[in-house]
C-alpha cells in the first residue's frame, strides 16, 4: 500500500473535524474524497500532508510511520498537495513559481550561489529544463514570464498542480482543483488529473463536481460530519443510501 | 558585438561605478568626502538588512543590535593587537554566531512578533554595551582603535589607511563585496527559496522548503555582513560607544531601504545617500530635520512602495515601450524581456 491512513482524529476544540478515519491509497489509483462542505476533507488532508498536528491516529507512507512530520518532509518524501484557495507565490513569475517547486530536489547553498560551483550550474540548469518540460505540460509555455496576478482563475489552477509536480511526487492531493471555475474550464483541469494518472502519479482529490468524481474517480471515501460513511467504487457509491442522506438537499447525484 | 551589448545594459551601473570612484578625486572638499563614507557605510548596513528583510520578508529590528556586537567585537581585538584584517571578517563571524542563536529563538515566531523578539535583543545589546564596564567602558566606550594595518605591497611600498581618501576606497571595496555577495545570493535557487519564504510561508513549506532553516540562513549572512559594517564604522571612527547599539540606527536603516526600494539592489544604497546628504544640508533646521524625515517616509511609504528604485524602473520601462512602441513590432515582447532585466536593479 502506498498511503495508509490510519484512525485519523481530528479536535478542534469542541468540534470533531475528523474521527477515526481511515483508508488506504493504492499506487496509480485515483481516489476522490467527497461529502458536504465543513465534512472535515480539507482537515484531513492538512493532517496527511503535514500542516496541522492530528489529535490521534497515523499516517504510513510505504509502510513507513509519517506521522507528524513537518509538511516539508511530506513533499520531500513524495506527498504534494495543493490548496482549496488557490495558493501561488503571486509577486513572482510564472517560471519562478514552477522553480520552487523544484527547490525540494535541488541543494544548491549559500557558498555554491556565492562561488557558482558546478553544482550552482548544473542544477539551475536542470532546474530550467523541469521548468520548462511543466509549462508543456501543463499547456502554459508562453505564459512563463507572467506574473501570477495577471492569470486567469482557471490558469491559476493549472499552475498550482504544476508547482506541485515539479518535486516529482509519488502522491499528488489536489483539494478541488475545479473549485471557482466554470463548467468549460473544468474540463481542462480533468484531463490534466488523467495526464497525471498516466505519469505514474498517485491522486487523491477532493471535489464537488459529482459528474467530474464519477468520470475521474477509481474509488470513493464519502465524510460527513468528520466521519467516513461510505467508501467503494463510483458506482457503488452513486446508489448508496447513506450517502444520499447526507447529500439530501444539497447536490444532486447523478 | 560582445561588449557592445555588456555595455548597452549595464551603461547606468557602470557609470555609477565610475562616479564612485572618481568621488574623492573630482570632489576636494574634505567634508563632503567624509559625509560619503558614512553614507556608503549606513548604506552596507542598509543593504544587509534588505537580505533578511526585503528578500526574505522577517522585520529584524536587531540590526544596530548586531552592527554593535561587530563594532565591538573589532575593538576588542585590535586592540588586543590583531591585525584589522583578521579583527573583520572575525567581527562578522561573532555577530553571526550570536545571530545564530538569537535566530534559533527569534525566528519561531512570525510576523509582528519576530519584530518585536528582535527589537528586545537589540536593546539587551544596547543596555549590555552601556553597563558591561570591565569589558565595554561602559558610556565612555572603547576609544584609539588602531587604523586598519597597512596592506605591504611589493616594490611599491605599503597601501596604509590614514588617508580619508584611502579610506574611501576601503569603504567602496566592502560595498561592492557586499553587493557582490547579495547579488550571487539573490539569483540563485538559494535566493529563490528566500522570496518563497517572503511571499507565502505556508506554500514554501508545503512544496519542500524547510521555511526555518531558509529564515536561519538569510538571518546568519544578513548578521554576518552587518557585524562587518559594524567593524568598518569602528575602525573609521577610531572608537565605539553604545549608540552605536542604539536602536535609532534600526530605524534610520529601515528608512533607506524603504525609500531606496525593498528587496531591490539599488535601492538600499540610493535610500541611504540620499537621505544622509539630505540630513546633512538641512542641518540648520536641527530637531525639525527628523520631522521632515518622517514626513518624506510616510509619503514614500504611501505613494511609492517600492521606493525611488521603483518610481525609476517604471519610469525607464515607459519609455523603453514607448520607444519600442514607435519603433514597431515585437513591443511587448521586449518589454516582458527588459522587465527582467529590470528586476535585478
Ligand atoms: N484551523 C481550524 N480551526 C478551527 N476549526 C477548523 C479549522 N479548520 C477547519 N475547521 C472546522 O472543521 C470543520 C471541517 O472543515 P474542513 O475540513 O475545511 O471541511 P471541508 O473541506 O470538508 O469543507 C469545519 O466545521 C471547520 O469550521
Ligand atoms: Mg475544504
Same mark, same amino acid.
Given at each position: 500500500m502506498l498511503l495508509k491512513v490510519e484512525k485519523l482524529t481530528k479536535h478542534f476544540d469542541g468540534l470533531?473535524? !475528523? !474521527?477515526?478515519i481511515s483508508f488506504d491509497l493504492a499506487e496509480g489509483e485515483i481516489l476522490a474524497i467527497i461529502g458536504p462542505n465543513g465534512a472535515g476533507k480539507s482537515t484531513l488532508f492538512n493532517l496527511i500532508s503535514g500542516m496541522l498536528p492530528a489529535t490521534s491516529g497515523k499516517v504510513f507512507l510505504e509502510e513507513e510511520d509519517v506521522t507528524g512530520l513537518k509538511p516539508h518532509s511530506m513533499a520531500e518524501r513524495g506527498i504534494a498537495r495543493t490548496f482549496q484557495t488557490t495558493t501561488l507565490f503571486d509577486e513572482l513569475r510564472v517560471m519562478d513559481n514552477l522553480a520552487i517547486g523544484y %527547490?525540494? %530536489?535541488? %541543494?544548491?547553498g549559500f557558498w555554491d550561489a556565492l562561488l557558482h560551483s558546478s553544482r550552482w550550474r548544473r542544477e539551475k540548469e536542470e532546474t530550467e529544463a523541469k521548468v520548462m518540460e511543466a509549462l508543456e505540460f501543463i499547456g502554459m509555455r508562453e505564459y512563463a514570464y507572467h506574473f501570477v496576478s495577471t492569470l486567469t482563475q482557471e490558469a491559476q489552477k493549472r499552475l498550482a498542480i504544476g508547482v506541485a509536480l515539479m518535486s516529482d511526487p509519488k502522491i499528488m492531493m489536489l483539494d478541488e482543483p475545479t473549485a471557482g471555475i466554470i463548467q468549460d474550464e473544468t474540463d481542462g483541469i480533468m484531463e490534466l488529473i488523467l495526464r497525471l494518472k498516466e505519469r505514474g502519479i498517485t491522486v487523491c482529490l477532493i471535489e464537488h463536481k459529482m459528474r467530474m468524481v464519477m468520470d475521474l474517480a477509481d474509488r470513493i471515501v464519502v465524510l460527513n460530519y468528520g466521519e467516513k460513511i461510505a467508501e467503494g467504487p463510483p458506482e457503488e457509491i452513486s446508489c448508496n443510501p447513506a450517502v444520499i442522506e447526507a447529500y439530501l438537499g444539497g447536490e444532486h447525484i447523478a | 558585438m560582445k561588449y557592445n551589448k555588456f555595455l548597452k545594459q549595464n551603461w547606468l551601473y557602470l557609470l555609477l561605478l565610475i562616479a564612485a570612484l572618481s568621488f574623492p578625486l573630482v570632489i576636494s572638499s574634505r567634508y563632503y568626502i567624509q559625509i560619503m563614507i558614512t553614507a556608503l557605510t549606513w548604506a552596507m548596513a542598509a543593504l544587509s538588512l534588505n537580505l533578511i528583510l526585503?528578500?526574505?520578508?522577517q522585520a529584524s529590528l536587531a540590526h544596530a543590535g548586531f552592527f554593535g556586537l561587530g563594532a565591538y567585537s573589532l575593538a576588542l581585538t585590535t586592540k588586543a593587537g590583531l591585525s584589522f584584517w583578521l579583527a573583520l571578517p572575525l567581527a562578522g563571524a561573532f555577530a553571526a554566531f550570536i545571530g545564530l542563536f538569537i535566530g534559533l529563538l527569534t525566528l519561531r515566531t512570525r510576523g509582528h512578533y519576530f519584530a518585536i523578539s528582535t527589537l528586545c535583543f537589540g536593546v539587551i545589546v544596547f543596555i549590555v554595551a552601556g553597563s558591561w *564596564?570591565? *569589558?565595554?567602558?561602559?558610556?565612555t566606550g572603547i576609544l584609539g *582603535?588602531?587604523?586598519p594595518t597597512p596592506i605591504p605591497i611589493p616594490f611599491i611600498g605599503e597601501l596604509s589607511f590614514t588617508s580619508q581618501t584611502n579610506q574611501y576606497y576601503l569603504v567602496i571595496f566592502f560595498l561592492l563585496l557586499f553587493l557582490f555577495i547579495i547579488y550571487r545570493l539573490v539569483n540563485s535557487l538559494q535566493g529563490l527559496s528566500f522570496m518563497a519564504v517572503r511571499n507565502n510561508e505556508v506554500l514554501a513549506e508545503a512544496v519542500g522548503i524547510n521555511t526555518f532553516t531558509t529564515k536561519l540562513l538569510s538571518f546568519v549572512v544578513t548578521n554576518f555582513l552587518v557585524g562587518m559594517t559594524g567593524g568598518i564604522y569602528a575602525v573609521l571612527m577610531g572608537g565605539v560607544s553604545p549608540t552605536v547599539a542604539g536602536s535609532n540606527l534600526t530605524f534610520f536603516w529601515l528608512a533607506y531601504v524603504i525609500i531606496g526600494g525593498v528587496?531591490?539592489?539599488?535601492g538600499p544604497i540610493v535610500g541611504a545617500v540620499l537621505v544622509t546628504f539630505l540630513m546633512e544640508y538641512m542641518y540648520s533646521l536641527g530637531e525639525y530635520r527628523l520631522a521632515i524625515f518622517g514626513l518624506i517616509l510616510i509619503m514614500a511609504i504611501i505613494f511609492f512602495p517600492r521606493g525611488l528604485v521603483g518610481v525609476f524602473t517604471r519610469l525607464y520601462q515607459k519609455i523603453k515601450d514607448y520607444f519600442g512602441g514607435i519603433r514597431g513590432g515585437g513591443a511587448g515582447q521586449n518589454a516582458a524581456k527588459s522587465r527582467k532585466a529590470n528586476e535585478t536593479l
Open positions: 470533531v473535524a !475528523n !474521527n477515526h %527547490r525540494v %530536489r535541488t %541543494r544548491t | 526585503g528578500y526574505t520578508g *564596564i570591565e *569589558i565595554t567602558k561602559g558610556a *582603535i588602531p587604523k528587496a531591490t539592489m539599488a
